[in-house]
């Protein structure tokens, strides 16, 4: 494991965290719709190995569903930074950062990322949807 401190941000600056991430561990993309519409590309972290730079006051929360993640996104741009959760399949308490929001990752990194697909259209987080291609 070769964890990294890594900074992510919205569009228009007003929200930061940092984070460590260990990307070679993996990423996720899911097939519910909030994630499907969205284009969600998420990479989870125990909270503990995140912390809000500034902006945490310029985001709103958005919850749906089971309520299980609020989804964290800046007032000003609206794009989703971080969501903040819990789901027992994945370990219980997590942040999950957005992939597309790490500032200074080259496109070989970002390529490079590990992807697990997940069927939360179902509920069945432990087994990848049949259809994936087009998360």
Same mark, same amino acid.
């Given at each position: *494991?070769? /964890?990294?401190?890594h ?7 007003? !929200? @930061? ?5 260990? /990307?070679?561990? =993996? ?21 503990d %190995? ?8 310029n985001? &709103? !929360?958005? @919850? &749906? ?12 741009? #609206?794009?989703? !930074?971080? =969501?903040? =959760?819990?789901?027992?399949? *994945? #370990? =219980?308490?997590?942040? %999950?950062?957005?992939? %597309?929001? /790490? ?8 390529? %490079?990322?590990?992807? *697990? ?8 987080? *432990?087994?990848?949807?049949? !259809?994936?291609?087009?998360?």
């Amino acid at each position: *494991m070769t /964890l990294k401190t890594h900074k992510a941000s919205c569009h228009c600056g007003a !929200v @930061s965290i940092e984070a460590d991430l260990d /990307l070679a561990a =993996g990423s996720a993309r899911c097939n519910c719709s909030i994630c499907s519409k969205s284009r969600w590309w998420g990479i989870s972290a125990k909270p503990d %190995a995140v912390r809000a730079i500034h902006g945490e006051d310029n985001t &709103f !929360v958005y @919850s &749906f569903g089971t309520r299980s993640i609020q989804l964290h996104h800046c007032k000003t741009c #609206g794009l989703r !930074v971080y =969501g903040k =959760g819990h789901i027992a399949e *994945m #370990g =219980g308490d997590f942040v %999950a950062v957005n992939v %597309a929001c /790490l500032d200074g990752v080259s496109d070989a990194e970002l390529a %490079a990322i590990p992807i *697990m697909y997940c069927n939360g259209r179902d509920n069945d987080w *432990m087994h990848e949807p049949a !259809v994936k291609s087009y998360l």
